[in-house]
Every structure is written in structure tokens, then in C-alpha cells.
């Protein structure tokens, strides 16, 4: 069974910086790529980053998180890591990881997790 539980969240002022984490268990972590997407009240699911199994398909930023987000992964403790820096008001949602149908971003969503809270606020 394919479960993914995101954590890191809080509150951070504008401008600041915090990591996400996303522990996967029930599949071979290792074979699939892992996004993240965001949801904040109101308004659509946000895709905005994503990172392949392999290194010869590039890794994913749309152009909003580009430059300040970086999205990581330890195949050794089946766990993606999204760092986020110089986060922004507009950012406050909740962040959840999505584990696709194979090892390329092309790939639609198979899974995701409860999500995490992210707030920024000051």
C-alpha cells in the first residue's frame, strides 16, 4: 500500500526559509518520481515542482518557486525534501507530496499524502 506523510510545515515569517519532508513506504521508492503541490484555501491545486527517478530527465520548478525552492531526494531513506526559501505571503497553503505512475514527471499522480500547513505570516 503506497503512503506518503509529509512534515515540516509551520509558521515562518515572509522571506523565510523552511524544509518539507516526505517519507514514502509501499512501493520502491526509487522507481518513482515525487512531486509536490499546494493547495490554499479557495483557490486551485498548484503543481510547482518535481523530481524524476533518474538524473537524465531534468527536475521540474515552475517558474513561481524557480530560484528559491529546491526539491531533493535520498533514495536510502525513501524520503523527498523540498527546501523553500524567500517564501512569500501568497505562499501560506497546504503542501502535499504526490508519488507519480513511474519515474518521469510526465507521469500522472498516483498518490499523495494528508499534506502539511504552511503559513507565512508575520
Known amino acids: 500500500q503506497v503512503q506518503l506523510v509529509e512534515s515540516g510545515g509551520g509558521l515562518v515569517q515572509p522571506g523565510g526559509s523552511l524544509r518539507l519532508s516526505c517519507a514514502a513506504s509501499?512501493?520502491?521508492?526509487?522507481?518513482?518520481?515525487i512531486g509536490w503541490f499546494r493547495q490554499a484555501p479557495g483557490k486551485e491545486r498548484e503543481g510547482f515542482t518535481c523530481?524524476?527517478?533518474?538524473?537524465?530527465?531534468?527536475?521540474y520548478y515552475a517558474d513561481v518557486v524557480k530560484g528559491r525552492f529546491t526539491i531533493s531526494r535520498d533514495n536510502a531513506k525513501n524520503t523527498v525534501y523540498l527546501q523553500k526559501n524567500k517564501l512569500r505571503r501568497e505562499e501560506t497553503a497546504v503542501y502535499y507530496c504526490?508519488?507519480?505512475?513511474?519515474?518521469?514527471?510526465?507521469?500522472?499522480?498516483?498518490?499523495w499524502g494528508q499534506g502539511t500547513q504552511v503559513t507565512v505570516s508575520a
Open positions: 523530481i524524476p527517478s533518474s538524473s537524465s530527465e531534468e527536475i
Open positions: 509501499g512501493f520502491t521508492f526509487a522507481d518513482y518520481a
Open positions: 504526490d508519488a507519480r505512475t513511474g519515474g518521469s514527471c510526465n507521469l500522472a499522480i498516483r498518490s
